[in-house]
Structures are given as C-alpha cells and as structure tokens.
C-alpha cells in the first residue's frame, strides 16, 4: 500500500505540482461516491486550488442531482470519528490547495433526486463568498474504484 501511495503523490506531483500560480481559483480530481438503491446521501472530494493572490473562502456549493449540499470536516472524538457540518465554509490561502478527501473534508450530497452510477459525471459548483463560483465534472466511483483512486 506504501507503494501506490507514494506512486499516487508522485503522478499528483507531476499533474498539479510546479505549476505557476494559475491566477484563478480551480478543482481537480473531483468525485462523489456511486450510491445504492433508496440511498439519498452521497459524499464529494476533491482538491480546490486557490492560484490567486488572495485568501479564499469556499462557502458553499451546489449540483442538480442533490437537493442541497453541506460542507462537513471529519473529527476524531476521542477515536470516534464524526463528521461535523461546517457552515462557514474553508478558508483556502493564497496560493495553496486544500483537499476534500475521506476522512477529512468533504461535501455531503443531500437529498439526492436520483441514485449515482459509477462512470457518470456530474457537475458541481463550488461557491466563493462574493468571488465567482467555480463548477467541476465530478467522476461518480464505485466502491472499488473509491478505494483505488481515492480511499485514503
Ligand atoms: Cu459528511
């Protein structure tokens, strides 16, 4: 396991690193989790990218399949992990990436208005307080595909 995560930080490496700073605000890789049927609840990752020179704060975001959409951070209480919602949104510095992934930052997908298959993409967007939102095509990934490219 060692091995792959460190072949996956070095292909995140060479996809994302030494780049100059993009100007604008970006997410990459992002992705939510196939779910079963009469399951309305999935969860979204990604890495957002602030290549402004300026603080950012992700306050929010949206997609059409979700009835609403909660950012939460996941907390270890005392060895009990439990996701907390949190409303203010995530601060994201200038010129830093902050990453959405299991067990640490992510977005719930409420209320969703249809189940969500492996393979699909579906749209997010992702909201900046006053500054324009920005919409990604999250790759939908089964239980499998969840552990190999994003299971951490
Ligand atoms: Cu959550």
């Known amino acids: 396991m060692k091995h792959f995560s460190l072949l996956a930080a070095l292909a995140a ?6 780049r100059p700073p ?7 890789d992002g992705w939510a989790r196939e ?4 399951v309305i609840v999935s969860a979204g990752y990604g890495r957002i990218e602030n290549g402004t020179g300026q603080d950012v ?17 996941v907390t270890d209480d005392d060895g009990v992990m439990r996701m907390r919602p949190l409303p203010e949104g995530i601060d994201i510095p200038a010129g830093e990436t902050v990453e959405l992934r299991p067990g640490s930052y992510h977005l719930m997908l409420l209320d ?11 749209p997010v967007t992702f909201r900046f307080g006053t500054g324009a939102p920005v919409t990604a095509s999250f790759e939908v990934r089964n239980a499998a595909q969840a552990a190999q490219g994003g299971g951490q």
């Open 35 to 38: 779910t079963t049927a009469g």
């Open 13 to 18: 490496l060479a996809a994302c690193g030494g």
């Open 112 to 122: 969703l208005n249809r189940p969500l298959r492996g393979g699909e993409r579906i």
């Open 57 to 73: 704060r992700m306050t929010g975001a949206d997609t059409p399949v979700a009835g609403r959409v909660e950012i939460h951070n």
């Open 22 to 28: 993009s100007g604008m605000v970006a997410v990459h």
